[in-house]
């Protein structure tokens, strides 16, 4: 397929694996103005950011989820996408297109990402949720749904291609 926007989308891998050299921060402010153009329900645009680039700090971030956090400590930035949840019934799917958004851009900039997801999982002592946002001072209205891990690859993943498709998975019309 000719279209740059599936090429883009093939490209798009879950990077892991970071070699410690910095994401500077005009492309990490490209990557946040991509993320700030993603529709939302009703146009409020609720998802907010946190952007941290300490790594004391994204450690710290990491360990807030009892497992599945594996990236979090060797990337340079570390995303917190959250929405306050007292004015927006559907903060879960705007949290998450914005989030998709970010992780193309991500890509269009050659800047490994992964999806770190945060809601309804477990921390050390509490959710990861309440964790973050009491590491992070959110306020309590407010809920993550997941961390996004940037920085400069350290691994090769090959594009997805055409054969890789689920194409079953399209129903026309009807099931």
């Given at each position: 397929?000719?279209?740059?926007?599936?090429?883009?989308?093939?490209?798009?891998?879950s990077i892991?694996?970071?070699?410690?050299?910095?994401?500077?921060?005009?492309?990490?402010?490209?990557?946040?103005?991509?993320?700030?153009?993603?529709?939302?329900?009703?146009?409020?645009?609720?998802?907010?950011?946190?952007?941290?680039?300490?790594?004391?700090?994204?450690?710290?971030?990491?360990?807030?989820?009892?497992?599945?956090?594996?990236?979090?400590?060797?990337?340079?930035?570390?995303?917190?996408?959250?929405?306050d949840k007292?004015?927006?019934?559907?903060?879960?799917?705007?949290?998450?297109?914005?989030?998709?958004?970010?992780?193309?851009?991500?890509?269009?900039?050659?800047?490994?990402?992964?999806?770190?997801?945060?809601?309804?999982?477990?921390?050390?002592?509490?959710?990861?949720?309440?964790?973050?946002?009491?590491?992070?001072?959110?306020?309590?209205?407010?809920?993550?749904?997941?961390?996004?891990?940037?920085?400069?690859?350290?691994?090769?993943?090959s594009p997805?291609?055409?054969?890789?498709?689920?194409?079953?998975?399209?129903?026309?019309?009807?099931?």
């Amino acid at each position: 397929m000719k279209n740059d926007l599936f090429k883009l989308a093939a490209r798009r891998r879950s990077i892991r694996r970071y070699t410690g050299d910095k994401v500077s921060d005009e492309v990490v402010n490209d990557i946040l103005k991509i993320a700030l153009l993603a529709p939302s329900s009703w146009g409020k645009h609720p998802v907010e950011f946190v952007v941290v680039r300490n790594k004391e700090m994204i450690k710290q971030i990491s360990r807030c989820k009892r497992m599945g956090a594996g990236p979090l400590p060797t990337a340079d930035v570390a995303i917190v996408v959250m929405v306050d949840k007292s004015d927006c019934e559907l903060w879960i799917e705007d949290a998450a297109v914005a989030s998709t958004y970010i992780l193309l851009a991500a890509e269009q900039f050659g800047i490994g990402a992964c999806w770190i997801h945060i809601r309804d999982r477990a921390g050390q002592k509490t959710t990861a949720d309440e964790e973050i946002r009491q590491l992070l001072g959110v306020p309590n209205n407010f809920s993550v749904l997941n961390v996004v891990a940037l920085g400069q690859k350290n691994e090769k993943k090959s594009p997805r291609t055409e054969s890789d498709l689920h194409l079953e998975n399209i129903h026309i019309e009807k099931y």
